[in-house]
């Protein structure tokens, strides 16, 4: 029920008179009036604060027993608010436990707000106690030196270590806010009792190189591998390898040392003498030698030049001895037997005299030289012995001869061709070409007075389809009439001069020798005559090699009856009739073109089918020579030419004239019965 309404009503007002004034009426304002008014002005400057202030909430998460402070104006604590004016404060709050936290914060217009200050706790005081004391702490990588030392509030890894103990890891917690926490740890020890005793006693017992103890001991070793030695004067040292785990004691067997080897000292005048010890090899002197104690020791000392010395040793344990030879000289005879007879010999780099003599020289290594002008020198190296004569024959070569020495007889080159060695210079001058009187002669047949006077290898062989598919892979030699020319082990063929020279030049290329022939824009077009690269040969060296013997020139390759024995060479025989159209009369060879090289005997020098089975290019430019010139050495012909001489009977050829080794064809071109063979140089 609502109150009854009150009614105001109005009051007269009358001014109070200016003579009313207290201090000219002589009044006092009384104690209680002041009071009242004084308390009046408060209530209202409260009831105005009050209207006007905001409610500021401080938050500390977390927190116990804070204390906030709030500067920058009148700040009213309410509860858990403070009730300010709008304007510029700053928080102080405090804890215990924490860091004490300022905050710079606005009151704005809002009539509440709230801020939150996180509080930063103090770190914590961690004791470590480890067993053993003093054990090296690292707490997240760092090493704690101080006993005590503080830590911020979190997780931690420390690792504890010290010598001779286990390293260990642990987890642990620091709460901080000032607290001291005690963490405790015992380290598990890293090292074994281990129990060494040894006959006799009193053995240093050495651990990875340190003494550690004699014996008999008990030792306590760091687990591991360790490497004991054990000691002691007159006996050998004694060694062995132990693995020592943690906490696993041993007792190992007795060792048993052994008494030490005796020293010897030897040396010997002179020096670098060889030593032999019961028979076997101990060195040089000066030497020391190790011993078995307690036996009889048979020493020999020698040295090329010098008697032998001798001596019988026998050393006590551990003792050491001394022993000096003086070594007497040692010579023996030596007979030389020298040609030519003025040829000088040195003994050792010093001229002892010329042609054979007989010297008594020093049991050791001589170095043996003879030499003369002209003469390759000789050199060896002997040693004369005691009571026993030697003879040293010598005879020296001329340099020619000891430069054809030195050449293989025989090789192979890279194609596969065996190259065979053949010297035309004991032959003197010869005669190739054929007389007038020759029947089947041809009239480019010009007799010439030759000499040859360079070595030279040949082929053994003609070149096959496989060895010059090497050079030129699509070459192919074709067929005759359904019968192939093209197999592997059959000359090649429908090669030209040209294609046979480089042929020759690739060869030498693949062997690292100077191409003989001069090439310009893949042509031949000349030679160069000191080269050793492979060449076709020439046609002197054709004939050379097919006519020459002591008693005159050959005519026909199986001598100078006409016509050959069955199988002689591969010529045009009866088998051949229908493709050559022309046969050796009642010859049979067993081929109808040409047969795989080397399918008939070897004719000069060792050499295949110089007569037949195809014909070959030589390295001549032909031409008709001059009759009646003067000798020529080692004629190669003209650089270059339109036509070049072909040697040798094929298996298309039957007639005598064809057949003759001095006959001579020409042309540049290829022929299916035309091939050739390689030659080069020895020198």
């Known amino acids: 029920m609502s109150e009854p309404e009150r009614k105001v009503q109005p009051v007269s007002f009358e001014a109070r008179s200016s003579s009313t004034n207290p201090t000219q009426r002589g009044k006092r304002i009384s104690p209680r009036a002041i009071v009242l008014a004084s308390l009046g002005l408060s209530i209202a400057v409260i009831l105005l604060f009050l209207l006007s202030a905001r409610a500021l909430t401080v938050l500390t998460p977390a927190t116990d027993n ?107 917690g620091v709460a901080g806010k000032g607290l001291q926490e005690t963490i405790s740890f015992e380290l598990i020890p890293n090292w074994a009792e281990i129990e060494i005793t040894s006959e006799p006693s009193g053995a240093n017992v050495l651990v990875d190189g340190e003494l550690a103890a004699i014996t008999p001991a008990v030792i306590e070793m760091l687990a591991g591998t360790r490497e004991i030695q054990l000691q002691k004067s007159a006996y050998e040292d004694h060694n062995l390898t132990l693995e020592v785990h943690a906490l696993e004691a041993q007792k190992l067997n007795t060792v048993r040392l052994t008494p030490a080897a005796g020293v010897l000292t030897l040396k010997s005048v ?60 040692s010579s023996g005879l030596v007979h030389f037997q020298i040609t030519p007879e003025n040829a000088q010999l040195s003994i050792n780099g010093e001229f002892v005299g010329r042609g054979s003599q007989s010297l008594t020289l020093a049991e050791r290594p001589q170095t043996i030289q003879v030499k003369l002008d002209g003469y390759e020198t000789f050199e060896t190296e002997i040693t004369p012995r005691k009571g026993l004569e030697q003879v040293v024959q010598v005879a020296l070569l001329t340099e020619a001869e000891a430069r054809a020495a030195r050449m293989p007889r025989q090789y192979r080159s890279r194609v596969g061709l065996e190259m065979q060695l053949i010297d035309p210079r004991d032959a003197g001058i010869f005669t190739t070409g054929s007389s007038r009187r020759d029947s089947g002669r041809r009239a480019n047949e010009t007799e010439q007075q030759v000499k040859l006077d360079r070595a030279l290898y040949i082929a053994k062989t003609e070149t096959t389809n496989a060895q010059f598919r090497l050079f030129a892979s699509e070459h192919n030699s074709g067929a005759v009439q359904g019968n192939s020319l093209n197999r592997d082990t059959q000359p090649v063929v429908g090669v030209s001069w040209q294609q046979a020279a480089q042929f020759c030049n690739w060869l030498s290329r693949q062997e690292g020798l100077t191409p003989f022939y ?58 051949s009739a229908y493709v050559t159209g022309r046969i050796v009369a009642d010859y049979q060879d067993g081929h109808i073109v040409s047969a795989p090289v080397a399918s008939f005997n070897a004719g000069p020098y060792g050499l295949f089918d110089l007569a037949g089975n195809v014909a070959e290019w030589s390295h001549d430019v032909y031409e008709i020579p001059a009759p009646n010139q003067a000798p020529q050495i080692n004629p190669m012909g003209a650089q270059t030419g339109d036509n070049y001489v072909v040697k040798g009977a094929s298996w298309s050829l039957s007639k005598l004239a064809e057949l003759r080794l001095s006959y001579r064809d020409y042309g540049a071109r290829g022929r299916d019965d035309l091939g050739f063979r390689i030659a080069r140089y020895a020198e």
């Open 66 to 172: 804070r204390t906030v402070t709030v500067n920058g104006g009148l700040a009213v604590p309410f509860g858990e608010r403070f009730l300010v004016l709008e304007g510029e404060y700053t928080i102080k709050v405090e804890a215990p436990g924490f860091f004490p936290t300022e905050r710079s914060i606005t009151v704005a217009e809002s009539e509440s707000q709230s801020v939150t200050i996180s509080l930063t706790a103090l770190p914590g005081k961690v004791q470590f106690l480890t067993k053993p004391s003093g054990a090296q702490v690292v707490v997240n990588g760092e090493v704690i030196a101080d006993q005590i030392t503080e830590l911020k509030p979190g997780d931690y890894t420390a690792t504890i270590s010290a010598p001779r103990y286990q390293d260990a890891e642990i987890q642990f």
């Open 270 to 329: 002179p020096s670098q003498a060889t030593v032999l010890v019961n028979n076997t090899y101990r060195g040089l002197t000066p030497l020391t030698l190790s011993l078995t104690p307690g036996e009889n020791h048979d020493i020999v000392i020698s040295k090329p030049g010098f008697e032998s010395s001798r001596l019988t040793k026998r050393l006590d344990p551990g003792t050491t001895d001394q022993h000096r030879v003086q070594l007497s000289n």
């Open 518 to 575: 001069l090439e310009q824009d893949g042509i031949v077009v000349g030679f160069d005559p000191v080269s050793i690269g492979y060449r076709l040969p020439t046609e002197a060296e054709w004939e050379f090699i097919t006519r020459w013997q002591s008693t005159g020139m050959k005519r026909f390759l199986w001598g100078d009856t006409f016509p050959p024995a069955d199988r002689t060479e591969n010529f045009a025989d009866a088998s």
